[in-house]
């Protein structure tokens, strides 16, 4: 059975947010980050600010140089939160069995669905809509069988995308070799010696020959990544003891600003769900994974519970600063939380989040799409089939 997987990604999100909450900056090419004349990278630019070749973590000094009249803006944070936390809130609407994996992405799971919900790309337009009306901002949406390649389906008609793969094998033919999620330039490079420049040409090796030239990890990756199958780009582990999410990179970074922020994303992502799980922590852990597949974890346990996102994110970047010599380039970063405990409550108190209340969840989510989504036929059999996928 296949699912039905949705990918939310909203279009240049920090500076749309400056676009929508200044007018005036409309139709402009904005750059979020410093102003040029200090050190430091863009954080994200408009559109229109692509237009003169500037992208997200160019100096901002060069992105002065290839654009003068941009319009620079400073980092505002706390709004892209305020903002991005809404925009979840009513994604998570939608569908309980929801995954926010950074402040402007998320997958939603829809498998199941159609007959309470309409067909799937009537779904993504609906959400479009929705974000449109409320926030004044676009997204992307790609939509198919896995995380993985849903991810690749909302690039794929970026910005304002709707995209849907229903032939797996046909939509992967269409893209280059690069703009696989997890192939960076070390990958590339070394596929090229092996004279591998299509992903045609990846899928006609074998498994074992793939391992053994690229290695276990990284065949296993490869392998699945070139049949659409989903190499688990962002597992997030069965609810247990703990807490993580991790992130791979679509090129191994070495970037000290993006590796940083990736830290932080990962840190609120992680301190948000202990918050909405009533969870306690004292231990992080931090996981890294290098560009030739080395795979190391840290661990460190605080004398008291964790108890905001900036903490962790801290020891996140002094577990960071033991395991990584600041120049090798990163492939994965995970962020997580250990010996979880839930004051007053049973510890394994987690477990019981079962289908019940997976079903409660669904009933709640129902009732209230009910009031928004007028003409639309809700019957108890289809809710049945909701299945719960993500997480
Ligand atoms: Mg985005």
Known sequence: MTGTIFHVDLDAFYASVEQQDNPSLKGKPVIVGPQPGNRGVVSACSYEARRFGIHSGMPVSRAARLCPQGIFRPVRMKRYLEISEEIMKELADITPVFQQISIDEAF?????????????LQVGRMIKERIADRFGLTLSIGIAANK???????EYEKPDGLFQVTEPIEFLDRLSLKDIWGIGEKTLDRLAELNITSIQKLRSFSRDILCSMMGVAGGRYLYLAARGMDPGIYSDHPRSHSI??????????????AINKTLLELSQQIMHRLIVGGWQANTA????????????????TLKHYLTSSDELYRVALELLRKKWNGS???????????????????????LFEDRDLKRRKVEQAVTELKEKMKGLKLTKASLLETKDRCG
Do not use: H, M, N
């Open 108 to 120: 939603l799971d829809l498998s199941g669905t159609e007959r309470l919900f309409g067909p799937a």
């Open 148 to 154: 993985f390649l849903a991810k690749l389906a909302s």
């Open 244 to 257: 993580s999410s991790e992130r791979t990179f679509a090129r191994d970074k070495k970037d000290r600003t």
């Open 285 to 300: 852990v931090l996981k890294v994974r290098y560009e030739d597949f080395t795979t190391t974890t840290i661990q460190k």
């Open 328 to 350: 090798t380039p990163i492939r994965l970063l995970g962020v997580g939380t250990t010996q979880l405990l839930r004051p007053g409550s049973l510890e394994q108190g987690e």
